[in-house]
């Protein structure tokens, strides 16, 4: 039997199905409440907006339509939840979100792929201390990219949307990808 | 992750990924997902509102302030229709705890300020002729427990409205009234009492 989708678990929580938001919630819990630790780098914070988030989502729940993913429609409304709190706290990060950067330009076209590196060093064993790194090296990666970071990797949502969600071209998104990349395998890079 | 053939896709990528999930583990607070999920239970996504907790403590407020308030009107109520019943004591004001509303502080206060300057007014009220099972045996004399069934009621009515030092001042009172007044008192009472020694 097909495992039920998020849309359809979503769709039953609209007609009273508590258990299939408890589903629901299950698949994502984790990588929403990170995706707001990551922006903010606070636990307190991250909680609290996680909290919202769910909250909203709740809600939202006879409204909700199934006309686009739910991963999409989710982080879409995480996204706004963080541009409140960051305006709520009179505090924006260096680089708003959805602007367009230095990082975007440097590699317009896409044409360096990370697959152009194929002796990578980082078939390494990564330990603990890599690990720290890493987390470490994205708070320093400007909001755009870290967001295109978080919503590919944590979220696991594809470019196109990604692009959509942040009113970008897709090539875009590509070019903050390669950039939040390069600037993990650096971090990586300097333990050796 | 995305299936788009040009991420993730490199040898070095996949390390970065894993090694970001590996870095990267952790998970909402249990109060978090707890609040959340009794919200889709409950068919709600509103937090309390400050004004909505604010406007509990008031109620609950209130409540403290008129349940002793409303007992004290009861007990004037009873004193007044027992007192042909009962001879009170010679050294006792005959009705020290008729006081008109206008002139009650605050009821905690007033307790307290009651309990200092006039002791006496803070003796139970006398119960009425009981007919429970234990009058009709005949083994305790009637007045006797009623009126430890009164001191009793006032202990956990003072105690039910947070005026702790009053109830254990109502408890010495009833100890000194009633020589095994601890044995009397109901179970829920009993650990409390026993944490307050009996004083002289």
């Known amino acids: 039997m097909p495992e039920a989708t998020d849309e359809s678990l979503m769709l039953a929580f609209g007609r009273g199905d508590a258990a299939a938001f408890e589903r629901l919630y299950g698949r994502h819990r984790g990588a929403t409440f990170r995706y707001f630790l990551r922006h903010t780098s606070n636990r307190a914070v991250a909680d609290e907006l996680h909290q919202d988030l769910w909250l909203r989502v709740v809600r939202a729940r006879e409204r909700y339509a199934a006309d686009a993913r739910f991963g999409t429609w989710l982080y879409t409304l995480a996204r706004h939840r963080l541009v409140d709190h960051w305006r709520s706290q009179q505090t924006t990060p260096l680089t708003p979100l959805d602007s367009h950067d230095d990082a975007d330009a440097a590699d317009p076209a896409g044409v360096h792929e990370l697959r152009d590196h194929p002796a990578d060093p980082l078939r390494m064993v990564i330990d603990e201390q890599a690990c720290g790194r890493l987390v470490a090296a994205l708070e320093d990666v400007p909001a755009p990219q870290r967001d295109a970071f978080l919503l590919h990797v944590e979220a696991g949502l594809p470019l196109a949307e990604i692009a959509a969600l942040a009113g970008v071209p897709v090539e875009t998104i590509k070019s903050r990808l390669r950039y939040a990349y390069r600037k993990l395998r650096a971090a990586l890079e300097d333990l050796q | ?200």
């Open chain 2, 1 to 200: 992750m995305s299936d788009d053939p040009r991420f993730g896709a490199s040898p070095g990528d996949r390390a970065i990924e894993a090694a970001w999930r590996r870095a990267s583990a952790e998970e909402p607070s249990a109060h978090a997902d707890a609040a959340i999920l009794a919200a889709a239970r409950a068919g709600r996504g509103r937090r309390p509102h400050w004004r909505t907790m604010a406007a509990a403590a008031a109620v609950a407020a209130l409540a403290l302030l008129l349940v002793p308030r409303t007992e004290r009107q009861a007990e004037r109520g009873d004193v007044q229709f027992h007192a042909p019943m009962q001879s009170p004591p010679a050294d006792v004001p005959p009705t020290p705890i008729e006081v008109a509303p206008a002139a009650v502080p605050p009821p905690r206060q007033d307790a307290a300020s009651r309990e200092s300057a006039a002791p006496a007014a803070m003796m139970p009220p006398a119960a009425p002729q009981p007919a429970g099972p234990s009058a009709a045996s005949g083994s305790v004399p009637v007045e006797a427990e009623a009126s430890a069934q009164a001191w009793i009621d006032r202990i956990a009515s003072l105690r039910a409205a947070g005026d702790s030092a009053a109830a254990a001042t109502a408890l010495q009172e009833f100890r000194r009234a009633v020589p095994d007044a601890d044995s009397q008192l109901p179970p829920e009472l009993r650990d409390w009492a026993a944490a307050l020694p009996q004083q002289p």
